[in-house]
Nanobody, 125 residues
C-alpha cells in the first residue's frame, strides 16, 4: 500500500518560515501532479499549491501566492513546500496529495486520490 508522509510541520512565529516535505513510502506510484492542501478546524480543506511532475508547472492559491513556493525532486520523488512570511491564518493541518487522474481541476481536492496523514503547522502571533 502506497502512503504519502508529510514532515516539517511545527510551531513558528508570525513572519517566520517553515519547509514541508512529502515522500512516498512503500510501493512506488505514478501521478500527474502533487498538491498541498490545508484544513483548519471548522473549515473546508482548501487548496494551497500544486506542481506537475512533467513540466514543473506550479499553481498557487491567492492567499499564499508570493509567500509559498512548491517544488519537486523527480529523482527522489518528493515534493516540498517552502512557506515564508507565515501568518497566524496559515495555521492548519497541511496535507500532501497525489493526483493520478487528469479529471477535474488541479486546484480541486476532488481531483486527488491519494492523501497523506497531514502535518500540523501552527503560527503564533
Amino acid at each position: 500500500q502506497v502512503q504519502l508522509v508529510e514532515s516539517g510541520g511545527g510551531l513558528v512565529q508570525a513572519g517566520g518560515s517553515l519547509r514541508l516535505s512529502c515522500a512516498a513510502s512503500g510501493r512506488t506510484f505514478s501521478s500527474y501532479a502533487m498538491g498541498w492542501f490545508r484544513q483548519a478546524p471548522g473549515k473546508e480543506r482548501e487548496f494551497v499549491a500544486a506542481i506537475t511532475w512533467s513540466n514543473g508547472n506550479t499553481y498557487y492559491a491567492d492567499s499564499v501566492k508570493g509567500r509559498f513556493t512548491i517544488s519537486r525532486d523527480n529523482a527522489q520523488n518528493t515534493v516540498s513546500l517552502e512557506m515564508n512570511s507565515l501568518k497566524p491564518e496559515d495555521t492548519a493541518v497541511y496535507y500532501c496529495a497525489a493526483r493520478r487522474s487528469l479529471a477535474g481541476r488541479i486546484t480541486s481536492r476532488y481531483a486527488y486520490d491519494l492523501w497523506g496523514q497531514g502535518t500540523q503547522v501552527t503560527v503564533s502571533s
